[in-house]
C-alpha cells in the first residue's frame, strides 16, 4: 500500500487454518460492524423519538449520546487489556454478552417510561460495542495481508453502514407511525429483537473457528518485515495523534447525525417519519459511498485519500450551517458521502507498525470513539440558543482536524518510506566465494537490515 501500511499481517503459529476457514473467521468478525451500525442509527433517531415522548430539550436529549458514547471512553482501555489477557474470542463474548444485557435493559425502561433508564441501558451496550471493535478493528486488520488492511477494514465497515441504513428505516416505520410517536411499546420488541440478535450471534462464534494472533506473533512479524519500534506506546505519534484525529472526528460525525432530524423539522419543511426517511438516505449514500471508495485505497495513498475527504467533511458542514432550505439537505448527503471511510482509514495509519503494542493501540483508537460523548452536548446547546442550522459549526471543526492529521500521515509515511529505502540500497551484498564453506560462513554475518526506533 503507497504510503505506509497498516498493521502487519501476522504468520500465526501453531493451529494452522485452511483459507475457507480465514473466509469464514473474517465474514464472522465482519458481522460484529452490522450489530454496531444497527445500534448506532436506531441511537440517532431515539434522541428525536425521546425529545417528543418525554418533552426534553436537545440538550437533554443528548443524555443518550453522552452515554453511549461515553463508555468508550471509560470501557475501552479494560476491552483492551482484557483482549491482550484472554485473547480475541473470549473479547468477543464478553462484548455480544453485554450488547444483549444493555439491549434487554431497554425493556424495563420502556415499561416504568424512565429516561435515565434508557441512558443507563445505552451505557451498557456501549460497553458491550466498545469491546467488539477493539477485538473486530484490529483483528481484522491482520488477519490477512497487510498492504490490503485497509481496504479490508473498509469493506469489513461497510456492512456497519448497511445496518445503520437499516435502523433509522425501521425507526421510521416503527416509531414515528400512527400512534408510536407517543408511545414506547415498539422501543421495547425493536430491542428485544437486537438482544436476540446478539445471542444469535454469539452461538455463531462458539461453534467458529476462529484463529488466536498473540502479541509475540505480531513482534515478530513486524520484525521480519525489516521495522522495529522499542518505543512506549504514548510515543508513537502516528497512534497518539490519530486517537486525537478520532476522536475530533467521530464527535463530528455523531453531532451532525445526532441533529439531522431537528435540522430537517425545525423550520416545519419536513414531518418527522419524513426526516427520519431522509435520513435513513444518508446513511444509504455513506454505505454505498464505502463501497464505492474502498477500491479506492488500492491505488491511492490512504492519507492523501484522509486529507481530501476530510476537507470536503469540513466544506459542506459549513454550508449546511450557514444556507439550509434543499442546499443545506444536498451538503449534508454530500457530508455522508464523504464520511465513509475516514474511521477505518484513520484506524489502520494509526495502528500501523505497532507490533506487540497493536492490541493496545487498537483501544486507544477505540477511546476516541468518546468523542461522540463531547460532541452531541456542545452542539445541543448552540442548537437551543442559536438554532440547529447554525449549530452544525460545531462538527465542521473536527472534520477539519481529520485533514490536518491525512496531511501529517502523508509527510509522516513517506520520511518513512524513504528510509527503508535507504537501509535496502546500503544492505551489504554477498559476494561468491571459491568454497561453500566460505559462502556459509559470509552470510552468517550479515543480517538483514532493520529500520530501528
Not at 8 to 13: E, L, R
Not at 172 to 197: D, I
Request: charged share 10%.
Amino acid at each position: 500500500m503507497a504510503g505506509g501500511g497498516p498493521a502487519q499481517a501476522m504468520v500465526i503459529k501453531g493451529a494452522q487454518i485452511t483459507k475457507k476457514q480465514e473466509y469464514f473467521a473474517f465474514g464472522l468478525v465482519t458481522s460484529l460492524f452490522f450489530l454496531w451500525g444497527f445500534s448506532y442509527g436506531l441511537l440517532d433517531v431515539l434522541n428525536k423519538h425521546f425529545q417528543t415522548f418525554f418533552n426534553i430539550t436537545k440538550l437533554q436529549s443528548t443524555g443518550l449520546q453522552v452515554a453511549y458514547f461515553g463508555a468508550y471512553l471509560v470501557y475501552s482501555p479494560v476491552a483492551g487489556q482484557f483482549i491482550s489477557k484472554f485473547g480475541y474470542k473470549n473479547g468477543i463474548y464478553s462484548g455480544l454478552f453485554l450488547y444483549a444485557a444493555g439491549a434487554l435493559g431497554f425493556w424495563p425502561s420502556a415499561k416504568f417510561e424512565k429516561f435515565g433508564g434508557f441512558v443507563g441501558s445505552s451505557f451498557v451496550i456501549a460497553c458491550g460495542l466498545a469491546t467488539l471493535e477493539v477485538c473486530a478493528n484490529s483483528y481484522v486488520t491482520v488477519l490477512g495481508t497487510p498492504e490490503k488492511a485497509a481496504f479490508r477494514l473498509n469493506f469489513s465497515q461497510s456492512f456497519n453502514g448497511l445496518a445503520a441504513f437499516v435502523g433509522p428505516l425501521i425507526a421510521s416505520k416503527y416509531f414515528f407511525s400512527g400512534g408510536n410517536e407517543n408511545s414506547l411499546t415498539s422501543v421495547q420488541y425493536v430491542y428485544l429483537a437486537v438482544a436476540g440478535l446478539g445471542a444469535a450471534v454469539a452461538v455463531l462464534f462458539f461453534f467458529a473457528t476462529l484463529p488466536e494472533i498473540s502479541e509475540a506473533d505480531m513482534a515478530a512479524q513486524q520484525e521480519a518485515n525489516g521495522f522495529v519500534d522499542e518505543r512506549p506506546l504514548w510515543k508513537r505519534w502516528h497512534c497518539t495523534l490519530g486517537f486525537a484525529s478520532q476522536f475530533m472526528y467521530v464527535g463530528a460525525q455523531v453531532t451532525v447525525a445526532s441533529f439531522v432530524l431537528n435540522y430537517l423539522t425545525d423550520k416545519h419543511e419536513y414531518t418527522t417519519a419524513r426526516a427520519s426517511q431522509l435520513f435513513s438516505f444518508m446513511q444509504l449514500t455513506f454505505m454505498l459511498a464505502r463501497f464505492a471508495s474502498t477500491p479506492l485505497l488500492r491505488v491511492v495513498n490512504p492519507a492523501i485519500l484522509l486529507t481530501i475527504y476530510g476537507l470536503m467533511t469540513f466544506t459542506f458542514t459549513l454550508v449546511a450551517a450557514f444556507t439550509g432550505g434543499h442546499v443545506g439537505l444536498a451538503a449534508l448527503f454530500i457530508v455522508f458521502f464523504f464520511e465513509s471511510i475516514i474511521y477505518p482509514t484513520t484506524f489502520t495509519l494509526a495502528t500501523a507498525d505497532l507490533g506487540h503494542l497493536t492490541k493496545r493501540g487498537a483501544g486507544l483508537l477505540c477511546i476516541g470513539v468518546g468523542g461522540g460523548a463531547v460532541f452531541p452536548p456542545a452542539q445541543g446547546a448552540m442548537a437551543d440558543h442559536a438554532g440547529t442550522q447554525h449549530s452544525y459549526i460545531v462538527p465542521a471543526i473536527g472534520f477539519l482536524t481529520v485533514a490536518l492529521y491525512g496531511a501529517g500521515m502523508y509527510v509522516y509515511t513517506s520520511r518513512k518510506a524513504a528510509r527503508l529505502q535507504e537501509l535496502n540500497l546500503e544492505a551489504p551484498v554477498l559476494r561468491k566465494s571459491e568454497s561453500e564453506k566460505s559462502l556459509e560462513l559470509e552470510a552468517e554475518k550479515i543480517e538483514t537490515p532493520v529500520l530501528r526506533y
